[in-house]
T-cell receptor, first 110, second 112 residues
Framework: GEDVEQSLFLSVREGDSSVINCTYTDSSSTYLYWYKQEPGAGLQLLTYIFSNMDMKQDQRLTVLLNKKDKHLSLRIADTQTGDSAIYFCARKDSWGKLQFGAGTQVVVTP | NAGVTQTPKFQVLKTGQSMTLQCAQDMNHEYMSWYRQDPGMGLRLIHYSVGAGITDQGEVPNGYNVSRSTTEDFPLRLLSAAPSQTSVYFC???????????FGQGTRLTVV
């Protein structure tokens, strides 16, 4: 959806950190999510952050939320070949509807 | 532990044909929804349901019908398929509207 925007492609070397960025326009978001989609598969929830939080860390994943700029990012530390996938940013509104970005294709090179 | 099950996984239809995409969940989730995924556009909400007997339209409802007679099942009907409905369709469910959404594996539909 046009209200959630993300870059379409990211190439990263194995072992480096990946940073995927997302911006959204509606400040009434309740939760913000990062989903991972591998080829031919459904969406897998990676992590989420509540809209009143600034940061959340979960093993190799760090989510940063800048509410003022309506900017969300996902950092993957020590990126592995298994991290190659499409990553979707999504926001949930107060009615429970999910609104997705177009997805960022992450390619991890050796 | 099945989660969200979609059938079929693949389908080819001729323009004007009708069909029903099935979605079932065994987690007693109240909230279910259907999305379509098109290249470069992410997932867009077609229809959703907050409980048995209650459905509502999402962002792109035209050409699709839904019903929710049981908590477990949320079928999506295409009444007269069009090539513009060629897409990958995902069903999702969650416990309440703000709960984590669990997705099915998707149905890849081609309309020729």
């Amino acid at each position: 959806g046009e209200d959630v925007e993300q870059s379409l492609f990211l190439s990263v070397r194995e072992g480096d950190s990946s940073v995927i960025n997302c911006t959204y326009t509606d400040s009434s978001s309740t939760y913000l999510y990062w989903y991972k989609q591998e080829p031919g598969a459904g969406l897998q929830l990676l992590t989420y952050i509540f809209s009143n939080m600034d940061m959340k860390q979960d093993q190799r994943l760090t989510v940063l939320l800048n509410k003022k700029d309506k900017h969300l990012s996902l950092r993957i530390a020590d990126t592995q070949t298994g991290d190659s996938a499409i990553y979707f940013c999504a926001r949930k509104d107060s009615w429970g509807k999910l609104q997705f970005g177009a997805g960022t294709q992450v390619v991890v090179t050796p | 532990n099945a989660g969200v099950t979609q059938t079929p996984k693949f389908q080819v239809l001729k323009t004007g044909q009708s069909m029903t995409l099935q979605c079932a969940q065994d987690m007693n989730h109240e909230y279910m929804s259907w999305y379509r995924q098109d290249p470069g556009m992410g997932l867009r909400l077609i229809h959703y349901s907050v409980g048995a007997g209650i459905t509502d339209q999402g962002e792109v409802p035209n050409g699709y019908n839904v019903s929710r007679s049981t908590t477990e099942d949320f079928p999506l009907r295409l009444l007269s398929a069009a090539p513009s409905q060629t897409s990958v369709y995902f069903c999702a469910s969650s416990y309440g509207q703000l709960g984590e959404a669990f997705f099915g594996q998707g149905t890849r539909l081609t309309v020729v």
